[in-house]
């Protein structure tokens, strides 16, 4: 975590309000192969696609949250112009349930730091993406990020978007989610990427307090 005089010279360089993204990422055993490559494949596709748009540029942050056997930061907030897509492995089991309370945990340490240096902020997201459902984990933990994930929802902290890949458990998914959780079509993570590329673009142009139609996710079924 950055220092206070370090969040003080960032911020004083770029005062723009943020748009917080954490990337919440399965890499369990189950995704290796193909799709761990298309998931890849997408996270540079997002990079690319929001690097291309000045603003979202300087605007959108985003954090990546590993999850297996342990749940992992491989990135903490970044810009999108200081944003590398780590190089991802899988192996191991689901620790689902940590992984979105670290998400959360990390989410309001940043808020935190908006605020002690000013800085406006839009309604954050948490983006999971998963091919399989809580495992390996103790049913209290899951059911403490699911119930921390309907309050921040309730009280409009957070926007909570669960995707599942081929072989994900969807109705162990709506009991997490608050909104439907989307059903991947196929390796279509680099359509994803770049649906959510151009959602963060649309939030980032937007006054902060302001509803935004997003586009279809023609990627996706409900």
């Not at 929802?153 to 072989?167: L, N, P, Q, S």
């Not at 390796?187 to 994803?192: D, G, K, P, Q, S």
């Not at 980032?204 to 409900?222: E, F, K, M």
């Amino acid at each position: 975590m950055s220092t206070a005089l370090e969040d003080l010279v960032e911020f004083a360089d770029n005062p723009d309000p943020r748009c917080p993204c954490v990337l919440l990422l399965d890499i369990s055993g189950s995704m290796r192969g193909a799709p761990l490559d298309a998931l890849q494949a997408g996270l540079n596709a997002f990079q690319q696609e929001l690097s291309k748009d000045a603003l979202a540029a300087r605007r959108v942050e985003v954090a990546i949250v590993t999850f297996n056997n342990e749940v992992k930061v491989e990135q903490d907030f970044v810009t999108v112009d200081q944003f590398t897509p780590p190089q991802l492995q899988a192996q191991g089991l689901t620790h689902m349930g940590g992984a979105i309370n670290r998400a959360l945990d990390l989410l309001n340490a940043r808020k935190a730091q908006y605020r002690a240096n000013g800085v406006m902020y839009y309604r954050p997201w948490i983006f999971l993406i998963t091919d399989g459902a809580p495992q390996g984990e103790a049913d209290t933990v899951v059911e403490e990020a699911a119930r921390r994930i309907a309050e921040d929802e309730t009280a409009r902290r957070v926007a909570f978007f669960a995707v599942g890949v081929e072989g994900a458990d969807m109705d162990r998914l709506s009991k997490i989610s608050v909104r439907a959780p989307v059903r991947l079509i196929g390796l279509n993570f680099v359509e994803m990427f770049v649906w959510l590329s151009a959602s963060m673009q649309r939030v980032s142009q937007s006054r902060v307090d302001d509803q935004v139609a997003l586009p279809p996710p023609g990627w996706g079924a409900v």
